[in-house]
């Protein structure tokens, strides 16, 4: 069964840019999250996706936003892209619904640098 | 919401020697508790959980037990190897479907 796949893997992207992210989740789940991870602040949870609605959203501002698809892909956005945007953005997908276990299954990340 | 208290790093041990790294946490009800390791390069992937109170989650070795009464959820392994060499995060279940994670402890094994 493959993985939960990120693209692309590494981008660079000067300030006021914007930037798409993409992921793709293990097949049969819905739910798919996003984190984002940095030396300073840890891994902080940007939101969740479940049947193409989200369900939870952390404590980001409003450039960051996200979508999911009825195949439960999904894509983040970073509009207007400042320095401090530079992380490593990791997704996870779950099952989901009735059937979730708690477990999420990370994806290796899209490391993003602005410069 | 939840929080997480986990030990500082680095880590640094030599083969073969005894592990344990703190987790303590806050939550409203119980939630489940994970720990998940994240080698260099790569995202994080489940190591243990653990869904109720005295629960064993284990695995490759490692060991961690639900205590409720001190909301603690350490973890252990009797005897690491360099390949254990990572950086691991304690994570209580939100309620709301989020994994609260903890800093993060980096372990570096020696041989």
């Known amino acids: 069964k493959a993985g939960v796949t990120q693209t692309p893997r590494y981008l660079i992207k000067t300030r006021g840019q914007q930037v798409t992210l993409s992921c793709s989740p293990i097949s049969g789940h819905r739910s798919v999250s996003w984190y984002q991870q940095t030396p300073g602040q840890g891994l902080q949870f940007l939101f969740e996706y479940f049947s193409e609605t989200q369900r939870n959203k952390g404590n980001f501002p409003g450039r960051f936003s996200g979508r999911q698809f009825s195949n439960s892909r999904s894509e983040m956005n970073v509009s207007t892209l400042e320095l401090g945007d530079s992380a490593l953005y990791l997704c996870?997908?779950?099952?989901?619904?009735?059937?979730?276990?708690?477990?999420?299954?990370f994806g290796e990340g899209s490391r993003l640098t602005v410069l | 919401g939840n929080s997480v208290t986990q030990m500082e790093g680095p880590v640094t041990l030599s083969e073969e020697a005894f592990l344990t790294i703190n987790c303590t946490y806050t939550?409203?009800?119980?939630?489940?508790l994970f720990w998940y390791v994240q080698y260099p390069g790569e995202g994080l992937q489940l190591l243990l959980k653990?869904?109720?109170?005295?629960d064993k989650g284990s695995n490759k070795g490692f060991e961690a037990t639900y205590r409720k009464e001190t909301t603690s959820f350490h973890l252990e392994k009797g005897s690491v190897q360099v390949s254990d060499s990572a950086v691991y995060f304690c994570?209580?279940?939100?309620?709301?479907?989020?994994?609260?994670f903890g800093s993060g402890t980096q372990l570096t094994v020696l041989p």
């Open positions: 994570a209580p279940d939100g309620s709301a479907r989020q994994l609260t």
């Open positions: 653990a869904t109720k109170a005295d």
């Open positions: 996870a997908s779950s099952l989901g619904g009735t059937a979730n276990t708690g477990e999420l299954f």
């Open positions: 939550a409203t009800g119980y939630p489940s």
